[in-house]
């Protein structure tokens, strides 16, 4: 198979694509980048393109499945909107351009709470993006809605905050159901989800995302 990533600089960008080097179920390995990446492999294609001209980078997307895990923060990004822009605009321009180019499976992952309905922002949009790709058409669409995510050395102060509220509470025995999620462990299951021959037919969450994982791919 031929994987392309986007988001691959991220922490479970970069999980995904180091268990894609190692899985021989995957020949090639594109990923798309603002910056170049520090890694080298056989198989592995780093194009370092500008989002906001899809028309030089369209051409590109090609491959079997598309895996999606971009993202960034208000703080990081500047503004909603420009958070928009990335979380929203850039991963919608990159799945036409898959679906247009025949690229037929397709993993995002989105957030739990996402919904076009939800009042926070973050919800929201991620919410419109999973409806938006979902009139795309893929054959094989698999949208993954993670609990707060274990990344290592992350530096997202209200992410840092929640998991340790969470550990807390875990180990009183609360909110089994919201367990942090290793990145490494998402990863996983994007990989063994773009082998299944089956379509999802609704999001994976939470246990759902650890069973897909501890799975046979």
Request: hydrophobic content about 40%; overall charge positive; aromatic content about 8%.
């Amino acid at each position: 198979m031929n994987a392309l990533v986007i988001g691959a600089t991220g922490a479970t960008g970069k999980d995904l694509v180091e268990q894609l080097m190692k899985d021989d179920s995957f020949e090639k390995v594109d990923v798309f980048v603002r910056r170049s990446l520090d890694i080298q492999h056989d198989k592995l294609t780093v194009h370092v393109i500008d989002f906001d001209q899809p028309d030089s980078w369209r051409d590109l997307v090609k491959g079997d499945v598309l895996f999606s895990c971009l993202g960034t923060t208000i703080k990081a990004a500047g503004s909603k909107a420009a958070q928009r822009k990335v979380d929203y605009g850039y991963q919608y321009e990159f799945a036409k351009a898959a679906k247009e180019n025949g690229v037929d499976r397709y993993v995002l992952v989105s957030a739990e709470f996402a919904s076009p309905k939800a009042r926070s922002f973050y919800s929201k949009m991620k919410g419109q993006l999973e409806e938006a790709v979902k009139e795309l058409g893929f054959p094989k669409l698999t949208i993954i809605k993670p609990p707060i995510l274990m990344r290592k050395d992350s530096d997202r102060t209200f992410e840092v905050l929640g998991l340790k509220a969470i550990q807390f509470m875990n180990k009183a025995g609360l909110f089994r159901s919201q367990q942090p999620l290793p990145t490494e462990m998402l990863a996983k299951a994007m990989i063994i989800s773009a082998k299944q021959i089956k379509e999802d037919s609704e999001p994976l969450k939470g246990n759902a995302i650890r069973e897909r994982a501890s799975s046979s791919s």
